[in-house]
């Protein structure tokens, strides 16, 4: 069993930047992958960034490169999003994911908006 609690969001204005935190507790493998999905308000959920928690490869939506930095730090088994030049259309709650070797899991979300 994982547990994934984020931590990290808040009100912003536009061009402002976050870092949001995802702490995972339990079993966390070399082939598992860490993401962060968000979903604003009447939208579905979408991807917004993953990385693999051995080799640490990245990907990100069209909408954050050059945005957003998803990183890890193993030892501490915690998966990062930096967020610089936020706009009003990141307003969001960001969830932590983490797709595992053992199963998949979900964090409770945390809000983030962008306003000014």
């Known amino acids: 069993q994982v547990q994934l609690v984020e931590s990290g969001g808040g009100l912003v204005q536009p061009g402002g930047s976050l870092r949001l935190s995802c702490a995972a507790s339990?079993?966390?493998?070399?082939?598992?992958?860490m993401a962060w999905y968000r979903q604003a308000p009447g939208k579905q959920r979408e991807l917004v960034a993953t990385?693999?928690?051995?080799?640490?490869?990245?990907n990100y939506v069209d909408s954050v490169k050059g945005r957003f930095t998803i990183s890890r730090d193993n030892a501490k088994n915690t998966v990062y999003l930096q967020m610089n030049s936020l706009k009003p259309e990141d307003t969001a709650v960001y969830y932590c994911?983490?797709?595992?070797?053992?199963?998949?899991?979900w964090g409770q979300g945390t809000q983030v908006t962008v306003s000014s």
């Open positions: 994911n983490l797709d595992g070797f053992h199963g998949n899991y």
């Open positions: 339990g079993s966390i493998l070399s082939v598992d992958v």
């Open positions: 990385i693999t928690i051995g080799a640490g490869r990245t």
